[in-house]
């Protein structure tokens, strides 16, 4: 039995085949409708979510499974105190397959070492959200026809976004992928990113605190939010805070087949005037994340298509 904690697990070659049945079911989703029926879904989200927790029921569902869970920890025996090994436990019980989302860093690994059946992490902290992950290849992969040859802009919050420490581990292992990291000094990528998948993998990346500079080069801007909390001093954040909201402005000089990306939820960091540009593909993503989904309970749970 195998559950998903780290998007690292996965080999290149398991990548390749979740979006190549991600892409089947794209296109005949009448043959994958009843693949699950019987299997039930445990959905036990202990943080808030649209997206992830949705999506993951939407792909159970329309394999032809069931869902049951919760969607806020006060709902759950959490709140009287119950340990998440206990939870998991007693989950497996009553279901097949269970996605999981903590705000504790290493909680579904947790969850993974006490259930009987398959764990997904949904996000846990500020750790890692393998299934975004692999909305997004996913998302690269039909948007740009290619997962190599690809200068990839990371903006933001580049230090404690999660989804930008996947994506750059999975995207590492495809031929000449160039990052260029966009953020404010207080907001770098961390050093273990920087050494410890970057310099030791011998990945080229360059780091800029300008994204006007840096624009012309990209084949994928991946956006993320500019957290105000995570700054020691509030008159920097005012500072940096509008360099980074993404407007038609700041786009010019971008190419043409540019894939704007973003996780989701957006506050302000993407102006709604681009939302109409053909180069966004931040909706597409969250759809694309379904079909992911659906192909990795398909494989965790050893259902054949
Ligand atoms: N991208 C993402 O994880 O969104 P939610 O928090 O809405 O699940």
Redesign the pocket.
């Given at each position: 039995m195998r559950s998903l904690i780290s998007i690292e697990e996965l080999s290149r070659d398991e990548i390749d085949s979740l979006i190549a049945t991600a892409n089947d079911i794209i296109e005949n989703p009448k043959k994958y409708g009843e693949l699950c029926r019987g299997k039930k879904l445990a959905t036990l989200f202990y943080e808030?979510?649209?997206?992830?927790?949705l999506s993951f029921e939407a792909a159970m569902y329309e394999l032809g499974g069931n869902v049951l869970g919760f969607s806020e920890a006060q709902s759950s025996s959490a709140a009287k105190g119950e340990s998440v090994a206990d939870t998991a436990r007693t989950v497996s019980c009553y279901a097949d397959i269970i996605a999981m989302?903590h705000p504790k860093e290493g909680a579904p690994y947790v969850a993974s070492q006490h259930a009987s059946v398959p764990v997904i992490n949904?996000?846990d902290g500020g750790h890692n959200?393998p299934t975004?992950t692999l909305a997004d290849l996913c998302t690269i992969s039909r948007e740009m026809g290619r997962m190599s040859d690809l200068t990839i802009g990371c903006c933001g919050d580049l230090k404690f976004g999660r989804?930008v420490h996947s994506l750059i581990a999975a995207m590492s292992r495809y031929e000449n992928v160039k990052f260029v990291l966009i953020s404010p000094e207080e907001l770098r990528v961390p050093s273990y990113v920087r050494h410890g998948i970057l310099e030791s993998g011998g990945i080229p990346y360059v780091e800029t605190r300008d994204i006007r500079e840096v624009m012309g080069e990209l084949d994928i801007l991946y956006m993320t939010r500019v957290q105000r909390e995570r700054f020691f001093s509030e008159e920097e954040y005012l500072r940096l805070k509008d360099s980074y909201i993404l407007t038609k402005d700041k786009l010019s000089g971008a190419k043409d087949s540019l894939c704007i990306m973003h996780?989701?939820?957006r506050v302000n960091e993407i102006s709604v005037e681009i939302d109409d540009d053909p180069r966004a593909c931040y909706f597409k993503q969250v759809l694309y994340g379904k079909y992911m989904r659906m192909a990795l309970i398909l494989m965790l749970l050893g259902v054949d298509a």
């Open positions: 808030p979510s649209t997206r992830t927790r989302r949904a996000g959200h975004q989804t996780p989701l939820p």
